[in-house]
């Protein structure tokens, strides 16, 4: 499911096409917006507001019965996702395990560390972090996982490996889930 969408909605037409879901696009995805922009201010735009109450509804009501769920967000953990509420208000409603999922490349050591600590002082521990390889990965990508095992406590951390220019793609999307399979087995182990 991913609740906020703005711009296009290729990116819930890939986890509707990836869950082999029977779903609608507006159900994987009640609150989507034109211009690319952060949810609230979309809403805005078009003189809406949502409320973290409406759109733990939408949420809840989506994922009765469908086992485990994953919940992409939009933009950053603090982006604006409505009225008085972001990604980590809805991470802390949902008391859900978080996926921190960034670039492998240099920078990324503080973006991880930031959100971790972010989410920590939010009192939500259970969080993992997988670096996605790059194309052209420059020197940090052989330390940053280790670092980031080292300073960030009780975080799991996974790396993949550059899954090409469109992982995603429909052709591709099959490809891909085998090279990340592992990943997501340690991430959500099945009975």
Not at 146 to 163: A, C, H, Q
Request: proline share 6%; charged share 25%; hydrophobic share 45%.
């Amino acid at each position: 499911m991913k609740p906020f969408c703005s711009g296009e909605r290729s990116d819930v037409e890939i986890l509707k096409c990836a869950a082999a879901s029977h779903a609608g696009l507006s159900d994987i995805n009640p609150f989507f917006f034109e211009k690319p922009l952060a949810p609230l201010v979309a809403a805005r735009n078009i003189s809406t507001k949502i409320t973290l109450k409406d759109c733990l509804e939408r949420i809840l009501e989506f994922v009765q019965g469908e086992g485990e769920t994953l919940i992409e967000g939009a933009g950053g953990l603090l982006s604006p996702l409505g009225e008085s509420f972001d990604l980590l208000d809805l991470v802390r409603e949902l008391k859900s395990q978080v996926i921190l999922v960034a670039p492998n490349r240099v920078g990324v050591i503080n973006q991880v560390l930031l959100n971790i600590r972010e989410l920590a002082r939010a009192e939500v521990n259970d969080v993992c972090v997988i670096l996605m390889g790059v194309k052209d990965p420059d020197v940090s990508a052989a330390s940053n996982a280790v670092v980031i095992r080292e300073l960030s406590g009780k975080s799991k951390v996974f790396e993949l490996p550059w899954l090409g220019e469109e992982p995603v793609a429909r052709p591709s999307l099959k490809k891909s889930y085998g090279r990340c399979e592992k990943v997501l087995a340690a991430i959500v182990p099945h009975p």
